[in-house]
């Protein structure tokens, strides 16, 4: 028997697909969910013609949703860890909730992915039972592309109060980019406007990794002129900041820094977006940023904000190893 397929009987609907211990029906008659003991309470046997079973939806269907939005993580921290949950086997589902848990943003982002998988499964059914009735099918909704970091993700002004959660972040991105230094580098690419050729040695010590790290972002601190904006959660944590110095010759980003948790999620584009539109509009001056170049996603980034590479610098160690099986 057709019946009206509504917001609210679409939530019911995937609100029982979640219990896959029992079978639940639509109850076409009263437009409800119902689950075959409820039924059978009244009803000596099922009545097929009333009642219509949900959509089918197991743990090796939520398990396969799982692995596709691993797959299409852009965060590299979060996409390990999860990665290392799915791999787990027994208590798999717990181990990705669990793991998901410590990256709030994209825990929300993963809700919103998997309800819009549910609702596009409970739709093409419902289109399924329409063919089968006589009836046209009804369009299905379009995948949702909206960024969710408007939601989550506060871009403002920073304060001086701000200055210890960025040199936070500022001392753990140079960790980060210190040890990104010190790994056996591949063939270099040319990606970005900087590229770092060669290995340092430990035994030097971390002052010459700091000189490296120095040539790409530096924090010193406000400035008057400059422009300084901070990416601040909703519970108030600082995740990300940026500063463009103004000098006499233009523009230029003297930082750009985000907690690697919280890497591949649109904040560093989001930063540097408002902060282009705080430069003047009349302005003829340039504006520059450097990069380390393996922040090839991020040089992409730039590239759609008009910036093109304006030349490639080339770093070598007094005792880096250089020959080419060490390049590799």
Same mark, same amino acid.
């Given at each position: 028997?057709?019946?009206?397929?509504?917001?609210?009987?679409?939530?019911?609907?995937?609100?029982?697909?979640?219990?896959?211990g029992t079978a639940y029906f639509?109850?076409?008659?009263?437009? #409800?969910?119902?689950?075959?003991?409820? +039924?059978?309470?009244?009803?000596?046997?099922?009545?097929?013609?009333?009642? +219509?079973?949900?959509?089918?939806?197991?743990?090796?269907?939520?398990?396969? @949703?799982?692995?596709? &939005?691993?797959?299409?993580?852009?965060?590299?921290?979060?996409?390990?860890? %999860?990665?290392?949950?799915?791999?787990?086997?027994?208590?798999?589902?717990?181990? &990705?909730?669990?793991?998901?848990?410590?990256?709030?943003?994209?825990?929300?982002?993963?809700?919103?992915?998997?309800? *819009?998988?549910?609702?596009? /499964?409970? %739709?093409?059914?419902?289109?399924?039972?329409?063919?089968?009735?006589?009836?046209e099918r009804i369009g299905t909704?379009?995948?949702?592309? $909206?960024?969710?970091?408007?939601?989550?993700? /506060?871009?403002?002004?920073?304060?001086?109060?701000?200055?210890?959660?960025?040199?936070?972040?500022?001392?753990?991105?140079?960790?980060? @980019?210190?040890?990104? %230094?010190?790994?056996?580098?591949?063939?270099? *690419?040319?990606?970005?406007?900087? %590229?770092? $050729?060669?290995?340092?040695?430990?035994?030097?010590?971390?002052?010459?990794?700091?000189?490296?790290?120095?040539?790409?972002? /530096?924090? *010193?601190? &406000?400035?008057?002129?400059? !422009?300084?904006?901070?990416?601040?959660?909703?519970?108030?944590?600082?995740?990300?900041?940026?500063?463009?110095?103004?000098?006499?010759?233009?523009?230029?980003?003297?930082?750009?820094?985000?907690?690697?948790?919280?890497?591949?999620?649109? !904040?560093?584009?989001?930063? @540097?977006?408002?902060?282009?539109?705080? +430069?003047?509009? $009349?302005?003829?001056?340039? +504006?520059?940023?450097?990069?380390?170049?393996?922040?090839?996603?991020?040089?992409?980034? #730039?590239?759609?904000?008009? &910036?093109?590479?304006?030349?490639i610098r080339y770093i070598r160690?007094?005792?880096?190893?250089?020959?080419?099986?060490?390049? !590799?």
């Amino acid at each position: 028997m057709p019946f009206e397929l509504d917001e609210a009987l679409i939530d019911a609907i995937i609100f029982s697909m979640e219990d896959q211990g029992t079978a639940y029906f639509v109850d076409s008659e009263e437009g #409800i969910v119902l689950s075959e003991e409820e +039924i059978l309470e009244n009803e000596d046997e099922v009545d097929e013609d009333r009642y +219509i079973p949900i959509p089918y939806w197991d743990s090796n269907e939520g398990f396969r @949703l799982m692995e596709r &939005f691993v797959v299409a993580l852009k965060n590299p921290l979060a996409k390990v860890e %999860l990665t290392r949950a799915l791999d787990r086997g027994k208590g798999v589902f717990r181990a &990705f909730k669990d793991t998901l848990s410590r990256y709030p943003v994209i825990e929300k982002r993963w809700f919103r992915y998997k309800e *819009q998988a549910m609702r596009r /499964t409970v %739709l093409e059914w419902y289109n399924g039972l329409r063919e089968d009735w006589g009836l046209e099918r009804i369009g299905t909704e379009p995948e949702e592309t $909206e960024d969710l970091l408007g939601e989550d993700i /506060t871009i403002r002004p920073s304060r001086e109060e701000d200055t210890p959660s960025i040199q936070q972040i500022h001392e753990q991105c140079l960790m980060d @980019l210190q040890r990104v %230094l010190t790994e056996k580098p591949r063939r270099p *690419q040319k990606a970005g406007l900087y %590229l770092v $050729e060669g290995r340092s040695q430990h035994r030097e010590g971390n002052q010459k990794l700091e000189e490296i790290a120095s040539l790409f972002f /530096t924090f *010193q601190g &406000f400035k008057t002129g400059d !422009i300084h904006l901070v990416a601040e959660t909703t519970s108030k944590e600082i995740v990300g900041y940026i500063l463009v110095h103004r000098s006499p010759y233009g523009f230029h980003v003297t930082a750009i820094e985000v907690l690697p948790e919280y890497r591949g999620l649109g !904040i560093g584009e989001q930063l @540097l977006e408002q902060a282009l539109a705080r +430069i003047p509009p $009349e302005t003829t001056q340039a +504006i520059t940023i450097d990069i380390p170049a393996y922040f090839e996603g991020f040089s992409r980034v #730039i590239a759609r904000h008009g &910036f093109t590479p304006l030349t490639i610098r080339y770093i070598r160690h007094e005792n880096s190893l250089t020959s080419s099986e060490d390049l !590799i």
